[in-house]
């Protein structure tokens, strides 16, 4: 996937139509993929006696939802043109980790210092 992120000359950080098309289409994708996860791993637990589910269970479940509202706020900035933008500096996050994180918010320095805030 190429994202072809960019500045415009007004300052602005912008995708053009076919790239985000590509960006938002390779989201849903992980939306879907992580929202079937989750109602796997919520059947497994419901299924299983009290006993018998650990807490690992638990972690995996919170960790697919925090996933699900990454994604959702992912694709909230791709219509509001915010989308590749670091929210910790405001540069331009690099395409290469945009490849492997579509929901990135922040850039590696920035994700580094602990700007992500709760999570």
């Given at each position: 996937?190429?994202?072809?992120?960019?500045?415009?000359?007004?300052?602005?950080?912008?995708?053009n139509?076919?790239?985000?098309?590509?960006?938002?289409?390779?989201?849903e994708?992980?939306?879907?993929?992580?929202?079937?996860?989750?109602?796997?791993?919520?059947?497994?637990?419901?299924?299983?006696?009290?006993?018998?589910?650990?807490?690992?269970?638990y972690?995996?479940?919170?960790?697919?939802?925090?996933?699900?509202?990454?994604?959702?706020?992912?694709?909230?900035?791709?219509?509001?043109?915010?989308?590749?933008?670091?929210?910790?500096c405001?540069q331009?996050?690099?395409?290469?980790?945009?490849?492997i994180?579509?929901?990135?918010?922040?850039?590696?320095r920035?994700?580094?210092?602990?700007?992500?805030?709760?999570?």
């Amino acid at each position: 996937m190429t994202t072809n992120v960019g500045d415009t000359a007004s300052g602005t950080h912008a995708l053009n139509d076919a790239a985000a098309r590509e960006v938002r289409q390779r989201l849903e994708e992980e939306r879907r993929t992580r929202a079937a996860q989750l109602a796997a791993v919520e059947q497994a637990v419901e299924r299983s006696p009290l006993e018998q589910v650990e807490a690992s269970d638990y972690t995996r479940l919170e960790n697919l939802r925090q996933s699900l509202v990454e994604i959702d706020d992912a694709l909230r900035r791709l219509r509001e043109g915010t989308y590749g933008r670091c929210e910790g500096c405001g540069q331009a996050i690099p395409a290469g980790r945009l490849e492997i994180l579509p929901y990135a918010r922040f850039c590696v320095r920035c994700q580094g210092r602990g700007a992500r805030g709760d999570r």
